[in-house]
């Protein structure tokens, strides 16, 4: 501070001394417009003056306009070092990589047509809050502030909250998963794990496999990579068998990304005998799988298909990434990373660089929630509310929407191929009536897909449904009749 | 599910067809050792078949070993399919590329001797958790949670909570920062801050200055993004001005990283006089300066001294970085960076590809702990208390320690140079006994500092800080002798 270092001269009056020495240091531009000074009472203290002395010279000062009081915020410097400050302006926009490029230009937040207050949007895919049981919430923290207390508020291990790990490792062998040899690396989310995934484990060229089409924010992980992405078809039952064991016999890619339930965008759920035929193609090429475990909530609680992870019982070919945003939380960007001991110890240092660890308040909130019984209740009660709303707007996608196929199963959205019309277009005009939804080219590999749609429901009232898919249905219309 | 395309024939009894089914899902490897089945009463109901038919079923596998079920868990395969199964294996280790191989190297974490309970370690530079007022931080949340409730737990934006974002905008601005063209964007604390800065704004061999020594995380982020990092020695006042002035006629950096107060590890607090100094410097070659805030709360309740982003009053070559996180809540992870408007807005999508965003819930608790008085007083009240710390620490160091000189005047520890002694040799006669503190050597940018040391004290108790600085300066002492 500008008076640590100031020492009083015998012929002055004080006040006058403290005045020029603030004068002094605004001139030489130390003190800027806009500095704090310290409060009178504190300045005194620090001299060993009287704090009268200290006012006289800040009235001084103020009465000259060189500083301003106020009022409970304190005295700030007004006035600036007369010679005009040579400005010191950087062209950011030239000094920013192309990968902040590319994540600029892929950031569809920016790019897609925006959602504005009453419209009616079908883009969400994000899980209905309105159905959190909050109760259950502020318990969890209560629960968890009881446990641990402060602990939580100081930093914590890369790895994550040990018991909210164990819970996790339970959680996977539940699910059929061989856990031995493998560990748990928490994350902001499935996305921060794919993220730490995809740039500790490739180099941009490198040929990476996925589902075509698949979800856009991994696509966008992957081109902001500057990776050769190979995007494999699908049908109905999932990724394309032939097509597939074609891609891996001709080239094997370094890495593939898998969806194996509720398919983003698709919403297809592989079945057992599918998942098994694509574990062992990937298995007879030694091309290792990153299997997103996207929803799988969604049907866990009835028999559940095993996930691509259960399947490499002895083996640590699969990186397995979970996440329950789409039902739970997504606020509290939590999510897992399942894999090969030793590979986990490495994406810890990765993780432990980038942000050092998640917040451990919310891995300790989330662990609360999770021992109680109100997941299991929770997620009860969500799948019954999204079956029904899903079939709601099923059938009304069925009755309104002239569409080629619908595709998926479930999930908190529906995938639906138009026949002969560019879903741009229907989204422009749509957009014009108040209703917009996401544009399916944005989840393809390649350019394809021009006439593809995904509708979200989660978020929307059954009463909006109806009405946005009517209305989305006569643009359809309009638009083929105009042709 | 295996049952979901199941249909019953005429011939057999339907238990016996459910018994079947699963055999030949076990058979074909479908259904896993460890593979969770439906409840009964689900099964009926999806079968839509007595609940007591099911059971049957269950009971004969059961009887056979295939499955087994364990109460209140629920029923799992136990048998495999006879074949040995092909395991899957990946070299994990051949995969890793060199930006995760570097993380790894340089983690502290793994790579210097840990503490081990019972130890006296001066490596810790956080908080002491026992000061935070755990009383308000609850307030905190639940103010959070009645103002937003689960508002708080969905999705929010990857700028931040904007409420937190206006308070940090007003509080940069009362350190004399003119924010007009400038926005915020909400980190994962000071760490993802710098991390994004870099990854945004560097390419692999792109030169960047530093302080020699300096922050070791800032170094790691550098070294694993492959800069070539210029070290520039510090005087007792800070950077070197000869030193700098020289590096940046000769060769600009592309960037500069500045520590002002509190500089980690040295603890100098750079004056305003050479804050104007080194600003114009950079001003004078258009080199941008990220400016690390680091500890500046530690002396922001008394006149501070202005930021040096202060000093950019009408420019914006000025990224700076600020984080609570070594005073309150590191656990929470919440930093921010400062920066031009449209910079910002880039550096925004690529926390959106990197992690979505920050943790809502804990920004709104930690937006409703600012504004209530709370911090004011903790930061008060931990002043003081530090400030005691330090002068304790500082005599004991003076009183035990043989060192060539002391240098810093505050914040969270003391870096002290030795004479003809290596620190790594101290440290681990130490660890011997008992004391662990950090090596001075991970500082630096030219492996320098072989004979520096970092004690951290504000997590020991001053009674561990008289008795780990005496085995410390008696260590030293033997090691001298020896010689």
Redesign the interface.
């Known amino acids: ?5 100031f020492e009083f001269n015998k012929e002055e009056a004080i006040y006058i001394q403290i005045e020029n020495h603030i004068k002094d ?1 605004i001139e ?11 409060s009178t009472r ?2 005194s203290s ?1 001299l060993g003056v009287s704090r009268s002395t200290v006012v006289t010279a800040y009235e001084i000062l103020e009465s000259e306009g060189k500083i301003k009081s106020t009022k409970g ?2 005295t ?2 007004t006035s ?1 070092k007369k010679v005009a ?6 062209d ?2 030239s ?3 192309g ?3 590319t ?2 230009e ?2 569809i ?2 790019t897609e047509i925006p959602w504005e207050k009453g419209m009616i949007s079908f883009k969400s895919i ?2 209905d ?2 159905l ?1 049981d ?1 109760d259950e ?2 318990r969890a ?1 209560l629960n968890a ?1 009881s446990l641990e ?8 291990y ?1 790895r994550g909250y040990k018991a909210l790990i164990e819970y996790l490792m339970k959680y996977m ?6 856990t031995k040899g493998k560990e748990i690396l928490i ?3 499935f ?2 794990g794919f ?1 730490i995934v995809i ?5 941009p060229g490198d040929r990476i496999l996925c589902e075509n089409p698949t979800h856009n ?1 991994a696509l ?2 992957m081109r ?1 990579r500057e990776l050769d992405i190979v995007g494999v078809d699908m049908d109905e039952d999932g990724i394309n068998i032939d097509k597939l064991s074609e891609e891996l016999r001709s080239n094997p890619p ?1 890495l593939a990304y898998i969806i194996p339930s509720y398919h983003n965008p698709t919403g297809i759920v592989m ?3 599918r ?2 035929e694509v ?1 062992e193609l ?2 007879k090429y ?1 091309v ?1 799988i990153v299997e997103d475990g996207f929803n799988e909530e969604l ?1 866990y609680s ?5 996930p691509i992870a ?9 990186i397995y990434i979970g996440s329950f ?1 789409k039902i739970l ?5 939590i999510g897992w990373i399942l ?2 001991k ?2 986990i ?3 810890e ?2 993780k ?11 891995q300790g ?1 989330f662990y609360n929630y999770m021992i109680s019984d109100s997941f299991r209740r929770y997620v009860k009660k969500v799948r019954r509310h999204y079956r029904e709303k899903y079939n709601f707007t099923l059938d009304k996608i069925k009755q309104y929407i002239p569409y080629e196929y619908i595709m998926g199963e479930g999930g908190l959205h529906i995938f639906v191929k138009l026949k002969g019309v560019n879903a741009r277009r229907v989204l422009e005009e749509c957009y014009k009536k108040g209703v917009v939804f996401t544009a399916g080219d944005i989840f393809y590999t390649d350019n394809k897909g021009t006439e593809t749609l995904r509708i979200g429901f989660s978020r929307v009232s059954m009463e909006d449904i109806e009405k946005g898919i009517r209305i989305i249905g006569e643009t359809i219309k309009e638009i083929l009749e105009d042709k």
Chains 1, 2 share one sequence.
């Open positions: 501070m500008i008076f640590s270092s240091n030489k531009g130390i003190l800027q417009n806009g500095s704090k000074l310290p504190e300045l620090i915020k304190g700030f410097v600036n400050e040579k400005s010191f302006n950087i950011w926009e000094k920013v990589n990968y902040a490029h994540c600029e892929l950031d937040i920016k994000a899980p809050e309105s959190f909050l919430f502020k923290f502030w207390g402060e602990k939580l508020l100081n930093y914590g890369a062998e539940n699910k059929g998963v061989n994350t902001n989310g996305t921060e993220d740039n500790s484990l490739t180099v924010t966008k992980i902001a370094k079945k057992g005998e998942r098994k574990f990937f298995q030694s290792p049907l009835s028999s559940h298909v095993p259960s399947l490499c019982s002895s083996g640590n070919g699969v945003s939380f997504p606020g509290l960007r894999a090969d030793k590979l110890s490495t994406l240092s990765v432990r660089t980038r942000n050092i660890h998640t917040s451990f308040l919310d909130i």
